[in-house]
């Protein structure tokens, strides 16, 4: 059992389980048509049927035929095309549990009808703040991404800057999490197949620069999961510190003394280093899906275009940058990542 500070990895998750079960984004599954699988946090991968529920940490994976329909809350709508991954999370921003909807890869309509509180939603190269809004995300196959809003409001927030998007708008942002220009759009008029196809010809015309800008978004995603794995070890060790500090009161004498350490510095610093737990985990995961569903997506396209040509310079330069990137990921996410996520 791996172990970071002071919580077992496996309190980590009944921890984000029971968090999740109290303000996480639920949802109820109100439609399925074709092949679509559901993998929870605990790592069991079954058939999605109508009338499941999904908490935070459940992932859906959407064959060619599968789409799914879910309802976070009455009058909203979340609609899951083929082909897709689609995961519902926690962050914890400013002190307050944010619920977080994320699509890897593919394609995702939403429709929040004035909810208590929307999630942020996530591509492996944006974040978008919602209010009362319809809109679409689209997640490419070489870790771009694009959305368009029907009505409402969405933010998006790239690498280094963000841009307000109002109703027939639509923005799209690099691997590396550059913002493009806005641009018009109306409801029903993006090709997502197209599109992603586009972003798959570039993809396989210079593949080693494609992984490259995929392996930035990556990074990013580990450099944020180290982060706050660094300070939840700084509040792992304080508190580790103050159990000492109040053991030595109690063994003094001095109950009073060790009661009010413990309401008024020993408690609040374990729900605030719990808080790091769930960001750590969010961010681990994240990657863990980019890993698997972009990056590895790109491998197996790689494998099969060049299977006649293994020894093309091309296809070996790719090789080696991805074995760099694997060997990378394995190496920072050891400490923040268990066998059944995978």
């Known amino acids: 059992m791996k172990r ?10 009944l921890l984000i389980a029971s968090a999740g079960s109290i303000s996480a984004q639920e949802s109820d599954v109100v439609y399925v048509d074709g092949w679509v699988d559901m993998k929870d946090s605990r790592g069991d991968i079954y058939e999605l049927f109508i009338g499941d529920h999904l908490v935070s940490g459940d992932t859906v ?7 799914a329909e879910l309802e976070p809350q009455q009058g909203s709508r979340i609609i899951i095309t083929p082909d897709t991954v689609f995961s519902l999370s926690e962050r914890n921003v400013d002190g307050k549990k944010q619920s977080v909807a994320a699509t890897t890869i593919g394609q995702v309509r939403f429709k929040f009808n004035m909810m208590t509180q929307e999630p942020l939603i996530s591509t492996p190269s944006a974040v978008a703040g919602v209010r009362g809004t319809e809109f679409t995300v689209y997640a490419g196959a070489d870790g771009s991404s694009m959305i368009t809003v029907d009505s409402g409001a969405v933010e998006v927030f790239g690498t280094e800057s963000s841009v307000y998007l109002g109703g027939n708008e639509g ?33 396989m015309a210079d593949p080693v620069s494609a992984l490259k800008m995929m392996n930035v978004s990556l990074s990013k995603m580990l450099d944020e999961m180290e982060e706050w794995g660094k300070m939840h070890e700084e509040a792992s060790a304080e508190v580790s510190r103050l159990r000492e500090k109040q053991k030595a009161l109690i063994k003094d004498g001095k109950v009073e003394e060790a009661k009010t350490l413990e309401s008024e510095q020993l408690k609040p610093l374990e729900i605030t280093s719990s808080k790091m737990v769930i960001n750590y985990r969010h961010h681990a995961l994240s990657a863990l899906s980019m890993r698997q569903h972009v990056l590895g997506a790109f491998y197996l396209r790689m494998k099969t275009a060049y299977i006649r040509n293994t020894d093309d310079s091309i296809y070996r330069d790719f090789l080696n940058e991805y074995q760099g990137a694997v060997t990378v990921f394995e190496s920072r996410t050891e400490d923040y990542l268990i066998d059944s996520d995978y």
Request: aromatic share 12%.
């Open 4 to 13: 970071f500070g002071f919580l077992t990895i496996t309190a980590v998750i």
């Open 61 to 67: 994976i959407t064959g060619e035929d599968g789409t």
């Open 171 to 203: 923005v799209e942002m690099s691997a590396e999490g550059q913002l493009g220009d806005k641009f018009d759009v109306f409801e029903g008029k993006i090709d997502f197949s197209a599109w992603n196809a586009s972003k798959i010809d570039s993809m």
